[in-house]
């Protein structure tokens, strides 16, 4: 079976410099328990840093879970815009 990691090799990015990612209160994360965002992305682009959460979206998949996954929904989730954002390797 193929580690995750071995298929996040296969995944491009064009990297935009305007996020689709953000924080809608960082007020939320600090009294959120348990920080989920940073266990359930596959990507890791939540971080806990400290006293706030770091979003590095380079990286993301456009999975969309962290838009169900957080429990306050204090995450706003977009689209990159059009042709930035994950590009998929097959074979």
């Not at 209160?25 to 009294?31: G, H, I, Q």
């Not at 806990?48 to 590095?56: L, S």
Request: hydrophobic share 30%.
């Amino acid at each position: 079976m193929s580690k995750i990691e071995d298929k996040l090799y296969t995944t491009r990015y064009r990297v935009d410099h305007n996020t689709h990612l953000k924080i809608a209160d960082m007020e939320v994360c600090r009294k959120c328990e348990g920080k989920p965002c940073t266990i359930f992305c596959p990507a890791k682009v939540y971080i806990w840093d400290e006293d706030h959460i770091r979003v590095v979206y380079e990286g993301c998949l456009e999975c969309g879970s962290c838009r169900i996954g957080c429990p306050y929904f204090n995450i706003t989730w977009n689209f990159p815009r059009g042709g930035y954002g994950v590009q998929h390797k097959f074979g």
